[in-house]
């Protein structure tokens, strides 16, 4: 028995170190557009992006790291781009809180998340929110991203008498956007793996062809220092001192706590490791990675760490075991020498990414109840809140707080987990904190 095989039970998986770095490559590939576009999202709320870029590879890396070594999950950790959204539209800009202090944030979410872990909160959550509420929360951060996505490819503009309306043809960013939006989802359609990546790249090509993407000073050179970010969560925590960041924190507790545990419950029943009872193998391990990864990102300077929808890729090739994961980790610490070509990468390049990572998620909306006006309404309000309010925690708010008033109304009171009464009044007082 070769040593890989007793860390990471290759025979017992039915799985080869070959199949395993296949796997690997292609979650790579197809996450590996989160180079460019977690930076671009940072940046907007202040960060510089080359410290941006190096973070977000170094934070996956080790993330990938604890989630191979201690659960043994065939799953990529990554900052997710709805927590990155709230963290850098919402927190940074609508709120207009410094990034510094923003990622205390992160840090004090991240603490509490290892915490509730410990103490095996997370499942008793888990449990008593509704299914329909979680598969609404994952469809509502879709269409939330998928907008951003628009407005940053300007196909979506301001209107000062629609709010919002179409953006005008004559701009060259438009046609970028439609040019690699087009692209990539004919790729998506075909099949082909890593389509986001490909996407993002002949976009990029098509915008330097145009005369409208600057062409890279080269290609390889070291990474940019992380010196702006590190440890900038850390200094800050003292700044985690009034209501408005206390509901701050306890809503990226919340977000990162449902994205995280859906996906990661999609991920493992993919990979065949869910029991016939229904079980999920070293889950609480599992639970434990993620929250170590929230740490390490939040004190190198990133949004909150999550399952990556994009490991499905690499499971569907045959990864089953950790080994994919820790395969994943080496090739972001080798991607960190292609820096130059983030500062050629505009926001109309990385818009289609968006786009569809917001499509992928908004396919939950199929999972939703509508037959039941009492279960539909709290629902509808979530997917639509976030988008319309332009906020996350708005929208998850709408619907914790609908799903119990509609339960009462239909009689159905005893159904609703005392849980779903505290966080109840946890969002009314969310509204009235952060709204007065």
């Avoid at 996956?60 to 070594?69: E, K, Q, R, V, Y």
């Avoid at 970010?229 to 977000?255: C, E, R, S, W, Y």
Wanted: aromatic residues 10%.
């Amino acid at each position: 028995m070769t040593t890989l095989d007793k860390v990471f039970h290759l025979n017992d998986a039915h799985t080869t170190v070959k199949r395993e770095l296949i796997a690997a490559l292609t979650t790579f590939v197809s996450l590996s557009y989160i180079l460019f576009v977690n930076p671009n999202i940072l940046h907007a709320a202040g960060i510089n992006k080359g410290a941006a870029f190096t973070v977000t590879a170094i934070s996956i890396a080790i993330g990938c790291f604890i989630m191979g070594l201690v659960a043994n999950y065939p799953v990529a950790l990554a900052p997710t781009l709805g927590s990155a959204a709230f963290f850098a539209y919402n927190v940074c800009g609508g709120m207009h809180i410094n990034w510094q202090t923003a990622l205390a944030a992160v840090l004090v979410a991240s603490i509490l998340f290892i915490l509730i872990t410990v103490l095996k909160l997370r499942e008793i959550v888990v449990d008593a929110i509704p299914q329909d509420l979680k598969y609404a929360i994952s469809a509502g951060i879709g269409l939330f991203i998928a907008f951003i996505g628009l407005q940053n490819g300007k196909l979506i503009v301001n209107s000062d008498s629609n709010l919002v309306t179409l953006g005008k043809f004559n701009s060259p960013a438009v046609w970028i956007t439609l040019f690699g939006l087009t692209l990539t989802v004919i790729l998506m359609a075909m099949n082909i793996p890593g389509s986001i990546f490909i996407g993002m790249v002949v976009t990029a090509v098509f915008g330097v062809i145009i005369g409208q993407v600057a062409v890279p000073k080269g290609i390889i050179a070291s990474a940019p220092s992380i010196a702006p970010t590190f440890g900038q969560a850390v200094f800050h925590l003292k700044d985690i001192n009034t209501p408005q960041l206390f509901m701050v924190v306890l809503t990226f507790l919340l977000v990162t706590f449902f994205d995280t545990a859906g996906t990661l419950i999609g991920m493992t029943e993919q990979a065949g490791m869910v029991d016939e009872n229904g079980k999920i193998p070293r889950i609480g391990k599992a639970f434990i990675s993620d929250s170590l990864a929230m740490v390490e990102g939040a004190v190198l300077g990133t949004a909150p760490l999550g399952t990556s929808v994009e490991s499905s890729a690499g499971i569907a090739m045959g990864g089953r075991t950790g080994l994919t994961a820790i395969f994943v980790g080496i090739f972001f610490l080798i991607s960190m020498i292609f820096s130059p070509l983030l500062a050629v990468i505009p926001t109309t390049v990385t818009a289609p990414a968006l786009i569809i990572v917001g499509v992928l998620m908004a396919g939950n909306l199929k999972k939703i109840n509508w037959d039941k006006f009492e279960i539909a309404f709290p629902a509808f309000l979530t997917v639509v809140g976030m988008p319309l309010t332009y906020s996350i925690s708005d929208g998850l708010a709408l619907g914790m707080i609908a799903y119990p008033i509609t339960m009462i109304a239909s009689k159905q009171a005893k159904k609703v987990s005392p849980m779903m009464y505290v966080l109840l009044v946890v969002f009314v007082l969310f509204f009235l904190i952060t709204n007065m």
